[in-house]
């Protein structure tokens, strides 16, 4: 298949492509739609799913897009190659286990070409205990007023005091000061809300509507912006297991080969953010055997999509200037360039990979 067939141009077309071939192949379609928001085009917002194979079968592979919106265009097109690939449903029957696709975590943020959602909250951050006390993240205080300066864009001095503290402190300091999450700064980057978002209660429900008479499940959690270029990175995020002599690692490796990291083991690209979407499942369903992994592929330096994100934040900061329209745009433009290379080379590799991934998870 030509890797750009399976690539849309707006969420709206992934959208009407996703639940068109759901539609084709006879199966149901459940959406949630965001009601008192439209998107870029005018169009509704919604996140649509769909269960393939065998609705009781013990056996569960859940497979998301767009928890991070603007990543959803390299998940959406994972997931039509999916629902197009008629060796991989015949061998997910024989296999006996029932695909969940969710499309479209965040709709909002999809459509918009952006990270954080409707509310600005970063959806894999949100799915945190909001009962109890959490730890304020005063590293992400210190950085908040030099990731988002009064003028974009910053000058040489904000460069400067950017660089003094990554190397005072450390790549992997400043990276686990910004990125874990923080609730103090609405405005900011990798913001976790105060209560779960829209995204967080649909995800809940859809999951739950369909976990409740598994023994196992697997989960696939597609996103891009970080590590080598067009690399997938496999992170396991989290596991459980109700046999006590199980060994989850062992097991994560065998299916998934000696390249899955350990994301609590600070193995991967990614910092050990709390909060993340796939890690659901164990939470929420501690009877059922399960795994969650990320999928990460990445695009460019981690540098330039810093970048984008903290221009794509600073113009949201600064959406009661005149000019927000341009802004907006220009935001969008160079959120897309890090979130979702224009390759057809790139777009081939994630499909080659997650391909790959949806044989060894199909054969565990
Ligand atoms: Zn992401």
């Excluded at 149901?28 to 169009?43: D, I, M, N, P, S």
């Excluded at 809940?204 to 196992?216: D, H, L, P, T």
Aim: aromatic share 8%; proline share 4%.
């Amino acid at each position: 298949m030509s890797s750009s067939k399976v690539f849309s141009q707006s969420y709206a077309e992934a959208r009407y492509r996703f639940c068109d071939a759901v539609k084709a192949r006879g199966f149901h379609l459940e959406t949630r739609v965001l009601e008192g928001h439209t998107g870029l085009l005018g169009e509704a917002l919604a996140t649509d799913a769909t269960i393939v194979g065998d609705p009781l079968a013990p056996e569960l592979i859940i497979v998301t897009s767009g928890v991070h919106g603007i990543e959803g265009y390299s998940g959406s097109a994972c997931q039509l190659s999916i629902l197009e690939d008629d060796e991989l449903l015949r061998k997910a029957e024989r296999a006996g286990k029932a695909l969940l696709l969710i499309h479209a975590v965040s709709p909002f943020s999809f459509s918009y070409g952006r990270r954080a959602n409707e509310n600005n909250v970063d959806i894999n951050r949100n799915f945190i205990d909001f009962s109890s006390v959490r730890p304020a993240n005063s590293g992400y205080a210190e950085l908040h007023p030099l990731m988002l300066p009064e003028a974009w864009p910053p000058g040489d001095q904000n460069r400067d005091a950017i660089r003094a503290y990554q190397l005072e402190r450390g790549m992997q300091a400043f990276r686990d000061a910004l990125s874990t999450g923080q609730q103090v700064h609405p405005e900011g980057l990798f913001y976790s809300g105060l209560e779960p978002e829209w995204s967080n209660r649909v995800l809940r429900e859809i999951v739950g509507m369909n976990s409740a008479s598994r023994q196992r499940a697997i989960w696939l959690d597609i996103h891009t912006g970080l590590g080598p270029y067009g690399f997938g990175e496999k992170i396991l995020v989290d596991m459980r297991s109700n046999d006590a002599d199980a060994d989850g690692w062992a097991d994560a490796k065998r299916i998934w080969g000696h390249d899955v990291v350990s994301l609590s083991a600070g193995e991967s690209v990614s910092s050990n953010a709390s909060g993340a979407a796939c890690a659901l499942l164990q939470s929420e369903f501690p009877s059922i055997d399960s795994m969650s992994l990320v999928i990460e592929f990445g695009t460019l330096s981690m540098t330039e999509t810093l970048e984008a994100l903290r221009f794509d934040h600073w113009v949201y900061r600064n959406r009661n200037l005149p000019n927000y329209d341009t802004l907006a745009r220009e935001a969008r433009k160079t959120m897309l360039k890090a979130f979702y290379p224009a390759s057809d080379l790139w777009r081939g590799m994630i499909l080659g990979q997650m391909r790959a991934v949806m044989e060894q998870t199909l054969a565990a």
